[in-house]
């Protein structure tokens, strides 16, 4: 949804005195989308006032998210022409990929508000890795390589024939390295930081089928090239073992 010039002229008013660049970013977004239409949505969705609301700005400002209550996220599209069809690709993957993954898959539904698809995703209880404190982090990297590495070994092989259709090719078999794939691992795992067990796996919109070998052990951050590498490593020593 656009928003109209006076609500951006004000808009910037306001976020010329607000000097943290994200936190600018969240509220620009924030004040130009129809936040109070959205709030009235998920009251009429949850049957009740919805309380301990949290608002997210997604990768590039192209969705706002809003939490609710620890129980739901919806995800409220901004500036992405393909989000239809990308929120549709997502549930059919989640759908049929979830029986197969050892790391648990949120439950998405779509639900329509006006002439818009929104998603409400199931929420779950854990924290991200780059939030957990470095000495936690560190204590935690062996347990939660090998649990990274089970599931992209379990992902990659599975050929589920719900999304076969999905594939670049009918015939396409998984291999090693060569399969389903999350497609951005590292930063979409949700951790009890407690148990040091992974709650959830999100964000399933760019998951595909194809070499994912590169992908990876050299994605965009090179700060977390070890980590990943040595998520390769276990998933080559579990392809082996079962090949």
């Given at each position: 949804m656009k928003s109209g010039p006076l609500r951006r002229f004000f808009t910037n008013i306001i976020c010329a005195f607000i000097y943290n660049p994200d936190r600018r970013k969240k509220w620009r977004v924030v004040l130009n989308s129809p936040v109070l239409s959205y709030l009235r949505f998920i009251r009429r969705d949850l049957g009740m006032r919805p309380r301990h609301i949290h608002l997210m700005v997604g990768f590039r400002a192209k969705n706002?998210?809003?939490?609710?209550?620890?129980?739901y996220i919806y995800k409220f599209p901004l500036r992405n022409p393909?989000?239809?069809?990308?929120?549709?690709?997502?549930?059919?993957?989640?759908?049929?990929?979830?029986?197969?993954?050892?790391?648990?898959?949120?439950?998405?539904?779509l639900l329509t508000h006006g002439d818009i698809l929104v998603r409400r995703y199931e929420?779950?209880?854990?924290?991200g890795i780059r939030q957990l404190p470095p000495d936690d982090a560190a204590r935690l990297h062996p347990q939660l390589i090998h649990q990274i590495a089970q599931f992209v070994y379990s992902i990659g092989i599975a050929d589920p024939?719900?999304?076969?259709d999905l594939k670049p090719a009918?015939?396409?078999t998984p291999a090693r390295?060569?399969?389903?794939?999350?497609?951005?691992?590292?930063?979409?795992?949700?951790?009890?930081?407690?148990?040091?067990?992974i709650t959830a796996m999100i964000d399933w919109e760019d998951c595909k089928f194809g070499d994912f070998g590169i992908e990876l052990t050299r994605n965009r951050h090179?700060?977390?090239?070890?980590?990943?590498?040595?998520?390769?490593?276990?998933y080559n020593r579990l392809y082996d073992m079962a090949h």
């Open positions: 706002l998210l809003i939490a609710v209550n620890d129980a393909n989000y239809k069809s990308l929120a549709q690709r997502e549930v059919r993957i989640t759908t049929a990929l979830g029986p197969v993954s050892p790391i648990h898959i949120p439950d998405v539904r929420w779950i209880r854990g924290m024939v719900e999304i076969r009918a015939d396409a390295g060569y399969g389903w794939y999350h497609w951005d691992v590292f930063d979409n795992f949700l951790i009890d930081p407690i148990t040091g067990d090179r700060d977390v090239y070890p980590f990943m590498d040595a998520v390769w490593a276990e």
